[in-house]
Nanobody
């Protein structure tokens, strides 16, 4: 059974850093697109970074470019999100999500940017990130 479990959220001061983890089980990252999404209270969900497992291509939302970095550890089947220079507007619940790449292509979702806009089939439970000013 496919499962995504996030961890690493917390309360940090503005300018601080966090590393979020997403442990995947029941599937191999190589065949999936995987992304980090966030949702703040009263706001729409935002895809902040997405990656294609097969070739490592990435898309970063403009709001996080230069501050967020996605990486993966194949041995641990885990994806990480390093967040630096945190701002109060980064406060949100952060979700890890994944979809099989072939499934997305069949839906005409063929780029990592499109995945970040559209969303994914499988979601973790989320981890809260709160940034104080």
């Amino acid at each position: 059974q496919l499962q995504l479990v996030e961890s690493g959220g917390g309360l940090v001061h503005s300018g601080g850093s966090l590393r979020l983890s997403c442990e995947a089980s029941g599937f191999t990252l190589d065949y999936y697109g995987i992304g980090w999404f966030r949702q703040a209270p009263g706001k729409e969900r935002e895809g902040v970074v997405c990656m294609r497992g097969g070739d490592g291509s990435t898309y970063y939302a403009d709001s996080v470019k230069g501050r967020f970095t996605i990486s993966r550890d194949n041995a641990k089947n885990t994806v990480y999100l390093q967040i630096n220079s945190l701002k109060p507007e980064d406060t949100a619940v952060y979700y890890c999500a994944a979809s099989h790449w072939d499934t997305m292509v069949a839906r005409d979702i063929t780029t990592v940017q499109a995945m970040c806009v559209t969303g994914a089939d499988y979601w973790g439970q989320g981890t809260q990130v709160t940034v104080s000013s």
